[in-house]
């Protein structure tokens, strides 16, 4: 599966944005999708994930309650709707998709190119 994340942009702190990650491929639905952000000088992280039905989703400490996943899988798409957004959140995020839920980046092998959010305070 191919995909490609979109959405970012520049806001200021307490404003929100939602990213959506487009997927090619019928058989998007067999994929758990995972939105991953690094900022500069960091690791990749986890942030959120979505299972392949969308009936169940994860999301890391640092996003719980402000950020929240979801999917379509009649139009390939996952969001990540991101509200109260705060410097911190500044990072690239991305997209990636496998067969079963991990958090651990190092386990996907399909990545989108990424989408840049910067928060000004």
């Known amino acids: 599966v191919q995909l490609q994340a979109s959405g970012g942009g520049l806001v200021q702190a307490g404003g929100s944005l939602r990213l959506s990650c487009a997927a090619s491929?019928?058989?998007?639905?067999?994929?758990?999708v995972g939105w991953f952000r690094q900022a500069p000088g960091k690791e990749r992280e986890f942030v959120a994930a979505i299972t392949r039905s969308g009936d169940s989703t994860y999301y890391a400490d640092s996003v719980k309650g402000q950020f929240t996943i979801s999917r379509d899988n009649a139009k390939n798409t996952v969001y990540l709707q991101m509200n109260s957004l705060k410097p911190e959140d500044t990072a690239v995020y991305y997209c990636?998709?496998?067969?079963?839920?991990?958090?651990?980046?190092?386990?996907?092998?399909?990545w989108g190119q990424g989408t840049l959010v910067t928060v000004s305070s």
């Open positions: 491929g019928r058989t998007f639905s067999r994929y758990v």
């Open positions: 990636a998709a496998r067969f079963t839920l991990a958090t651990d980046p190092n386990l996907y092998n399909n």
